[in-house]
């Protein structure tokens, strides 16, 4: 075959099922979009464009039009809440990101670890954490009133400020992460030169160190304009009471798309092959840089990043802790007692949910691993320009709010009369999981070069035993972690489980959310532990994985410095 | 403590007195007491991990002494940020900031000190023609080469118009042909700007053609300071003889005549060979040709290789047994 064929013919699983299930089905929503409802569901002709004037106008029963601010008040309300985000991610995720970036490479490490990890936990128990510690009955309220300091809770829960908390959670490390990176670049002998130019520290600052870490913090708001996505579902179960009658769509978590900023942020601060000089490193020579200790002594900045792992991690820690109460009422303490693990593992609807979603995880993962695998050493072949067309179209589920493609999908499964049940979550999780398999096998491969496959080629491999000598085994660990990635992904995803699903296809995080919602009960403190311990797990391995094993050689080479007098 | 500035005769710019510094439990400086003359151009000479480095970061402010004090024109600058200090520093790898133009680059310093518009734009054109860089001010640092961006780290440097200019090894990012190079245009922007320049190199030869003295440092001690004749000719003991140029050390025993005790220096081309008698014998082991004549190793019966250069018209064999020889004048006691 022709080594044109064969790129054509690799190419075509990836291209063929992200062109069916999210090419089509968008193209059919701007179609639809332009079509009228039709008297008894669906659309009909002719083409109008009523679905787009009924945005901002309603329609009275004499035919004329009057405006009518809901959609874009709730617009607007997004548009504020997602600045609001951003700005405060900014100015907590700063002194964190310089305070990481100026330790020693070892705890550099291990800090961006545990500033990620929380958030492989599904978004919806984070989010259901802070339930937890706000509403009424919750720790917070029962802390003041147990002082003394308030009689009647405070109504922390369902108003603007519990929003932005929750978006600023769930959104911190997407800001941190780019801004550390952009730091962590910085040749420290610029600070040096600045403060040598007679620049005072807050001058070094907005001159040089602001400038500098700008394209990081630009990165960190782009995902935190995906913030006005996730606000679909945060007001649900933090800004708006469950009793209240919503004219909102239902949707979920789509923070899918950051999480995979996140991975990249990850993989480029474990994985950046760049020999500049880290803040708090030493410089290519080997040599310690000249910014001395006097500037890299920040006072208060230690204390600080404490605050904000614990706010990291208090959430987390205390719906793990209340899981094992013994109690009925979700957060009044009752003795220590496995009973909600034990009522969890005897629910039949849980173990149903729980089998739905490691059936449609595990088959997800395995298809798009392979076929993501498969693209990703086709691409490495091409040119960038004849690559970059495969590659946007492989990103395209990143790229698209989920709640588009869960709805646009929704639609075109409907139309084509396609009911295999599991099968229509199965596609629809593939579609979704490609890119994120294909994140770090990518990253992996353009690490390697082609040296070492030139040297085997050298002594004499011919292309199938380079591949499964060399190209293979170096690749291991990246096809590995973009497995587990996407199977967290899988996992974790609750918007296209919950408008695909029918009856039989309830996934675990649709089972929990609709528990959330009938009421909180401690059954929901243990499953969520539960998830949370799964995808901690899970990501602690993939994370691991990915880690150059550059580091313990750095190690030797400062070990030999500090004893050379 | 109060420390008293050094009293001296002559103009000093720049005096340590009696500094200490450690890191943790390494000793990176050892009791360095040194005085630099105004308008001179002093490098700071070692091995690396010596303390060189170390040492030029305390005069630019980087680093708190342990114990000890730094003086600059007389004042006690020891606890003096940087940015208060009249030096400025080339730093190693140039540190330019990516995201300013070379005219913002150079403009910066300016600015800090807070230069009128105007002054500070005539002094930014002043020091880019003065390092040769006049029309380069719109570039950024990416688009220039190594040379370029050396001139560009010199000319903002030079720009506030500082009593010292500090040079942290300004030649180690280039490559020979361009070292050479900025080594003649560094003695001649010393002579230009008529300020006292610092260096840190642990280049001999560079050191030795650019300075006017040397300070040799080993394991964060001064081992002497003069200047390059007096050190080359008159090194203080054995490390600065064998470190700048080639030097044999003979311990004074292995003499036919002399005292049995202590070790003398010679070096390579003051050393004769002699058919007869001589100072010292040994075999020849190794003949390196040069043109200019014969480049000798020979080897004491005890291993220790003497080098000697030697006038071609002489052809001398492998094996062959040899005496060296040589003036009294050429030899130096040194202490061990």
Sequence with gaps: MTRRGSTVLSLLPAALIIGVFMLVPLGYAVVYSFLTAGTYGGVEGPFSVAAYVQLVFQRDWDDSLTFDPLYLRIFLRSIGLAGATTVLCALLALPLAWYVATRPKALRMRLIFLITLPFWVNSLIRTYCWVLLLRDQGLINQGLQGLGLTEAPLGLMYNNGAILLGLVYNFLPFMVLPVYAALERIDPRVIDAGFDLYARRWQVFTRIILPLALPGLRGGGAHGSGARDRLLHHPRSLGRRPASDDRQPDPDPVHQRSQLALWCGAVDAFDGGDPSPALGGRGPSGRAPMMSQRWRRSPGLGPYAFVMLAFLYAPLLVLGVYAFNGGTLVTVWDGLSLRWFRAVLVNDDIRRAAVNSLLVATVATLVATAIATLTALTLETLSTRRSGFMAGLVALPLIVPEIVTAVTTLVFFASIHLRLGLGNLILAHIVFCIPFAMMPIRARLQGLGDGLQNAARDLYAPPV????????????????????????????????????????????????????????????????????????????????LNRPRRAPKSKNISQQETTTP | MMQQPPISGEDIIVSLNRIRLEYGDVTALDDVHLQIRTGEFFTLLGPSGCGKTSLLQLIGGFQDPTYGAVFIDGKDVTRVPP?????????????????????????????????????????????????????????????????????????????????????????????????????????????????????????????????????????????????????YHR??????????????????????DGPATGVIMVRPEAVTVRPGAGRVSGVVTERRFLGRGYELTVTHVTGLMLHCLEPSWEPLSLGQVVHLDWDDSAQLWLEQ
């Design chain 1, 465 to 544: 035993a380079v591949f499964r000598r060399v190209t293979l085994p170096l690749l291991a660990p990246g096809i590995v972690s973009g497995a587990l990635l996407s199977f967290v992904v899988s996992l974790d995803d609750f918007v296209l489980s919950a408008l695909l699903g029918d009856a039989g296809t309830t996934t675990l995080p649709v089972y929990v959310y609709g528990m959330i919602r009938r009421g909180i009960t401690p059954e929901v403190n243990a499953i969520s532990t539960l998830l949370l311990v799964v995808s901690l797990v899970l990501a602690a391995v993939a994370q691991g």
């Design chain 2, 83 to 231: 940015y208060a200090r009249p030096v400025n520093t080339v730093f190693q790898n140039f540190a330019l900031f990516p995201h300013m133009t070379v005219a913002g680059n150079i403009r910066f310093g300016l600015e800090m000190l807070g230069w009128p518009r105007a002054k500070a734009d005539r002094r930014v054109a002043e020091v880019l023609e003065l390092v040769g860089l006049a029309g380069f001010g719109t570039r950024f640092p990416q688009e220039l080469s190594g040379g370029q961006q050396q001139r560009t780290a010199l000319a903002r440097a030079l720009g506030p118009e500082p009593r010292v200019l500090l040079l942290d090894e300004p030649m180690s990012a280039l490559d020979l042909k361009l070292r050479k190079e900025m080594q003649g245009e560094l003695a001649r922007l010393h002579r230009e700007a008529g300020i006292t320049f610092i260096m840190v190199t642990h280049d001999q030869e560079e050191a030795l053609s650019l300075s006017d003295r040397i300070a040799v440092l080993r394991y964060g001690k001064l081992r002497q300071v003069a200047s390059p004749e007096e050190l």
């Design chain 2, 235 to 256: 090194p203080a003991n054995s490390f600065v003889a064998d470190f700048l140029g080639e030097a044999n050390l003979i311990p004074a025993e292995l003499l036919n």
